[in-house]
């Protein structure tokens, strides 16, 4: 195995975002510096493991949010508890 395999494999777990909004947002960043910016191949990696980081981030927010929704009962939200 070659030594970026080991270096990619022994990063600790990236900084959540404060909110979906700021992640979205993070996450334009990340892609535009991709398709824009002169990276170098570690620069690239680096930039698309945070995009994929942020781009999960977003999926399970919205995943929860829509299952809140689904919890609607008559007029009323209520709170969803993750299990």
């Not at 979205?24 to 510096?33: A, C, D, I, N, Y």
């Not at 990696?45 to 995009?51: A, F, K, M, P, S």
Request: with cysteine; aromatic share 8%.
């Amino acid at each position: 195995m070659n030594a970026l395999f080991f270096e990619i494999t022994a990063m600790t777990e990236p900084a959540a975002p404060e909110s979906y909004e700021s992640a979205l947002k993070e996450l334009e960043g990340q892609l535009s510096r991709l398709e824009n910016d002169p990276l170098t191949l570690e620069e690239a990696l680096t930039t698309y493991q945070r995009g994929t980081f942020l781009l999960n981030y977003c999926q399970s927010r919205l995943a929860e949010a829509e299952q809140r929704i689904q919890v609607l009962e008559g007029e009323k939200l209520q709170d969803y508890r993750i299990s």
